[in-house]
């Protein structure tokens, strides 16, 4: 079994920010994620002023611990798009005042505050989709919040086959989740006499074909942010129940193991994305994160205790 990464705070997920944002200032970046570092201080920031260019690598900066005023977060506990366990606020999850001090600083170029009614104006008359797994759910959580502020009428609303979403009368701007963990189809097939002994079923897995949580709505939308990676490990798919790779309806030989399977889908999926969602509708593919559970995985009764991020000789790249 492939080592995990070690635990984190979901931080990470704040970035996905930075791409809205980018996008409805029309300063987007054109340098990779790959080559994105990161590092982290304690030291308290005072105001500085930095040039702001048209092409800056905003992936490349420091974690800043912030205390000041402007670090207070934008919304609190009575967020009504929150579930009743993610809110850290109303559960009372200790430390929260030093959590969101913590803010991203670019190395080279300034990153402002999200200011919600700016981008509302900048996104009005168009839909933002998030596909993929719970990592795109969680941010969208905290963007419906954020949002929010700029519209107290705001209400839950999801497009047909979306797992949660909210629309914005006053800016008349739909943002939605689909659920689709592997961006692939997948379905559970019950064991048969071919197969390996101690195998309970297979999942079988559709390289060529995208789920259909996604693939149906597409044309819906004119952001799309795209994101999987966590559900691709042992602890999902163990060899009691692996996943089995299949193109053009038949079994790929030799059989892919997880990565290598995991690799095909997703240039089958980028493939399938550049090819078939028309190119005025934006595209982003989300970062990972790092794993940040302690004494379990999520559903193992894991927690997350961190307080602050991990150092970049921390991280298992």
Same mark, same amino acid.
């Given at each position: 079994?492939?080592?995990?990464?070690?635990?984190?705070?979901?931080?990470?997920?704040?970035?996905?920010?930075?791409?809205?944002?980018?996008?409805?200032?029309?300063?987007?970046?054109?340098?990779?994620?790959?080559?994105?570092?990161?590092?982290?201080?304690?030291?308290?920031?005072?105001?500085?002023?930095?040039?702001?260019?048209?092409?800056?690598?905003?992936?490349?900066?420091?974690?800043?611990?912030?205390?000041?005023?402007?670090?207070?977060? %934008?919304?609190?506990?009575?967020?009504?798009?929150?579930?009743?366990?993610?809110?850290?606020?109303?559960?009372?999850?200790?430390?929260?005042?030093?959590?969101?001090?913590?803010?991203?600083?670019?190395?080279?170029?300034?990153?402002?505050?999200?200011?919600?009614?700016?981008?509302?104006?900048?996104?009005?008359?168009?839909?933002?989709?998030?596909?993929?797994?719970?990592?795109?759910?969680?941010? %969208?959580?905290?963007?419906?919040?954020?949002?929010?502020?700029?519209?107290?009428?705001?209400?839950?609303?999801?497009?047909?086959?979306?797992?949660?979403?909210?629309?914005?009368?006053?800016?008349?701007?739909?943002?939605?989740?689909?659920?689709?963990?592997? %961006?692939?189809?997948?379905?559970? =097939?019950?064991?048969?006499?071919?197969?390996?002994?101690?195998?309970?079923?297979?999942?079988?897995?559709?390289?060529?074909?995208?789920?259909?949580?996604?693939?149906?709505?597409?044309?819906?939308?004119?952001?799309?942010?795209?994101?999987?990676?966590?559900?691709?490990?042992?602890?999902?798919?163990?060899?009691?129940?692996?996943?089995?790779?299949?193109?053009?309806?038949?079994?790929?030989?030799?059989?892919?193991?997880?990565?290598?399977?995991?690799?095909?889908?997703?240039?089958?999926?980028?493939?399938?994305?550049?090819?078939?969602?028309?190119?005025?509708?934006?595209?982003?593919?989300? %970062? =990972?994160?790092?794993?940040?559970?302690?004494?379990?995985?999520?559903?193992?009764?894991?927690?997350?205790?961190?307080?602050?991020?991990?150092?970049?000789?921390?991280?298992?790249?």
């Amino acid at each position: 079994m492939p080592p995990k990464l070690p635990p984190a705070l979901p931080f990470l997920i704040l970035l996905s920010f930075l791409f809205f944002y980018l996008y409805s200032t029309s300063l987007l970046p054109h340098s990779s994620p790959s080559s994105a570092t990161t590092t982290t201080t304690t030291t308290t920031t005072t105001t500085t002023t930095k040039t702001r260019t048209t092409s800056c690598n905003f992936f490349k900066g420091n974690w800043i611990l912030d205390r000041t005023k402007s670090a207070k977060p %934008l919304y609190d506990e009575s967020c009504p798009f929150h579930r009743n366990a993610w809110n850290c606020l109303r559960n009372h999850r200790e430390n929260m005042g030093l959590i969101n001090s913590w803010r991203w600083v670019p190395k080279d170029c300034e990153l402002p505050k999200i200011d919600p009614e700016r981008f509302l104006e900048l996104m009005r008359n168009r839909n933002i989709g998030l596909v993929g797994d719970s990592l795109n759910e969680n941010f %969208l959580v905290s963007f419906l919040c954020i949002l929010r502020v700029a519209d107290g009428s705001a209400k839950k609303w999801k497009r047909k086959g979306a797992w949660r979403g909210a629309y914005f009368p006053k800016f008349n701007v739909t943002v939605s989740y689909h659920r689709a963990v592997l %961006l692939a189809k997948y379905e559970w =097939q019950p064991k048969q006499p071919t197969m390996n002994d101690g195998q309970k079923g297979i999942y079988r897995v559709d390289v060529d074909i995208p789920a259909e949580d996604w693939a149906t709505i597409t044309d819906y939308y004119d952001v799309l942010i795209f994101n999987t990676g966590h559900w691709w490990g042992y602890d999902k798919f163990p060899k009691e129940t692996p996943l089995v790779f299949y193109r053009a309806g038949q079994p790929i030989l030799p059989p892919l193991g997880l990565f290598d399977g995991f690799k095909v889908v997703l240039e089958s999926m980028v493939s399938y994305i550049e090819r078939e969602i028309p190119h005025k509708t934006l595209k982003f593919w989300r %970062l =990972q994160s790092p794993r940040h559970f302690y004494g379990g995985d999520w559903n193992q009764n894991g927690s997350c205790l961190l307080n602050e991020p991990l150092k970049e000789h921390e991280v298992i790249h």
